[in-house]
């Protein structure tokens, strides 16, 4: 079935840091791929979404690119802040993948950033 | 958009009392709505999705139950709370095969 795995955590930073991390997945049709980000305490909360190959998802200085050869989502950020501070989860919507279209996460990355 | 209402926002329960957790949404119709549970320091576990009203699914086998009384709440309840049962549980709701899912602020419970 379809799977969803990024790096394991916790990845700890200091502010103005690059950050990179690792979102792989293996899925059965054309799915729709997403990062989620968890603030401490709270729900979740959409950051960004490709829902095609070579799409780029943005938000808030994030970007991840949906690349179908590699079958990877990495999300990158050029300069990390201390309230980046979360849990990033990534995530597929596979609605052909036996999974009635609904959310596949990977286990989470917990982002620490140091001022 | 959607708003997602959860209640309460904490509980904590003794062994062997029943739950009930409440979902309601706003700014949408005829939503698919999901029960997740999040353990302590792990992700996210899929307990039930309903498609409409009176439909549920049940993902994982366990002593929690789900019901959808009307088209947009939705409730997970359990007749008697195991020690396991203690996380963080999160309502979402999505519209549409290809619409994007969206979370409420979560219920944390704890059970002693």
């Known amino acids: 079935g379809d799977s969803v795995t990024q790096m394991e955590g916790p990845v700890t930073l200091s502010e103005e840091a690059f950050l990179t991390i690792n979102c792989t997945y293996t899925a059965t049709g054309y799915p729709s791929l997403f990062w989620y980000v968890q603030y401490p305490g709270e729900g979740l909360q959409l950051l960004l979404k490709?829902?095609?190959?070579?799409d780029k998802g943005s938000n808030k200085g994030f970007e991840a690119t949906y690349r179908k050869e590699t079958t990877s989502f990495h999300l990158e950020k050029g300069s990390v802040q201390v309230s980046d501070s979360a849990v990033y989860f990534c995530?597929?919507?596979?609605?052909?993948?036996?999974?009635?279209?609904?959310?596949?996460f990977g286990k989470g990355t917990k982002l620490s950033v140091k001022p | 958009s959607q708003t997602i209402h959860q209640w309460p926002a904490t509980l904590v329960q003794p062994v062997g009392s029943p739950l009930s957790l409440e979902c309601t949404v706003e700014?949408?119709?005829?939503?698919?709505l999901y029960w997740y549970r999040q353990a302590a320091g792990r992700g996210l576990q899929l307990l039930f999705y309903?498609?409409?009203?009176?439909?549920i699914s049940s993902e994982v086998p366990q002593n929690l139950s789900a019901s959808r009384p009307q088209d947009r709440q939705f409730i997970l309840s359990s007749k008697k709370l195991l020690l396991s049962d203690s996380g963080f549980y999160l309502c979402a709701s999505k519209q549409g095969v290809g619409g994007t899912q969206y979370f409420g602020p979560g219920t944390r419970l704890l059970v002693l």
């Open positions: 490709a829902t095609k190959a070579d």
């Open positions: 309903s498609v409409g009203i009176g439909q």
């Open positions: 700014g949408t119709s005829n939503p698919n």
């Open positions: 995530a597929l919507s596979d609605y052909y993948g036996g999974s009635q279209g609904n959310l596949i």
